[in-house]
């Protein structure tokens, strides 16, 4: 789907606040609000807009411990297989295969260093991972969501 420039406004404006009202989003973009409420319509339709959620804070929610883990599987593991087992364990935010070494690698909250080495046991312990490699978090330095952007000229 191709965004013009109006839609690009309107996606980054709800990446910021997806509160926002049509009038309000409308207002910023110099359009009445049922037509920014027929573009949101269409860019959802589109398949460009998925859904609307709440972005949290991990810490305020007792998740002090943040990793990245990079799971080495055994020949043939299908990305389904990996999916299906980490899926299991809330603490896994994020997984996605890779290129590279690594099969996959995946973003793990926890609540201190044992439970993340808890779930980091349950995991290894699956019949394809071979190994694991595991980073933590010190400081996260830049957290944004994706918003749609055009490249400098």
Not at 21 to 33: H, I, K, P, Q, R
Not at 86 to 110: H, N
């Amino acid at each position: 789907m191709n965004l013009d420039g109006l839609d690009e406004q309107i996606v980054a404006l709800l990446v910021d606040d997806a509160r926002r009202s049509y009038a309000d989003l409308g207002a910023e973009v110099g359009l009445s609000a049922s037509a920014v409420k027929r573009r949101v319509d269409r860019l959802r339709a589109g398949g460009a807009i998925t859904g609307f959620t709440v972005r949290l804070d991990p810490g305020a929610l007792g998740w002090s411990v943040e990793g990245y883990v990079e799971l080495y599987c055994r020949a043939r593991t299908a990305p389904e297989t990996i999916r299906a087992a980490v899926k299991r364990f809330p603490e896994v935010v994020e997984a996605s295969t890779v290129s590279g070494e690594a099969d996959a690698v995946l973003r793990i909250l926890a609540v201190d260093m044992r439970h993340f080495e808890q779930v980091l046991e349950k995991i290894s312990a699956a019949s394809f991972v071979s190994r694991t490699k595991s980073v933590l978090v010190l400081s996260p330095l830049l957290r944004r969501p994706a918003a749609p952007h055009r490249p400098a000229s």
